[in-house]
């Protein structure tokens, strides 16, 4: 089993800046991409990013790119997201979740199916 906590979530003013992390405990060995989704009042959970730790890949939603960074610190079992430029409509809960298997097609780490391990969720809110 592979235990999420999310942090760094909060109010914030469009155009500002948030960082939230991710860490990870327990069979945290087993872990082969860590990726954060999001939800909306009302919607479905979207993809926002992810990161392979074999080779460091990261691969992100276009609604995000040039905005959000991805990044991961093996040793400290953390995963974090630099969200920059923040807009009101990035206001949702944030996920970060962990897979444990490998799989070629990069792609597939986008797909919220592909996570076997769940955090509990951070509130993002940005206000205009």
């Known amino acids: 089993q592979v235990q999420l906590v999310e942090s760094g979530g909060g109010l914030v003013q469009a155009g500002g800046s948030l960082r939230l992390s991710c860490a990870a405990s327990?069979?945290?060995?087993?872990?082969?991409?860590m990726g954060w989704f999001r939800q909306a009042p009302g919607k479905e959970r979207d993809f926002v990013a992810a990161i392979r730790w074999s080779g460091g890949n990261t691969y992100y939603a276009d609604s995000v790119k040039g905005r959000f960074t991805i990044s991961g610190d093996n040793a400290k079992n953390t995963v974090y997201l630099q969200m920059n430029s923040l807009k009101p409509e990035d206001t949702a809960v944030y996920y970060c979740?962990?897979?444990?298997?490998?799989?070629?097609?990069?792609?597939?780490?986008?797909?919220?199916?592909?996570?076997?391990?769940w955090g509990q969720g951070t509130q993002v809110t940005v206000s205009s």
């Open positions: 327990g069979r945290t060995f087993s872990n082969v991409a």
């Open positions: 979740a962990a897979a444990s298997i490998y799989y070629s097609r990069s792609l597939n780490y986008l797909n919220a199916n592909v996570y076997d391990y």
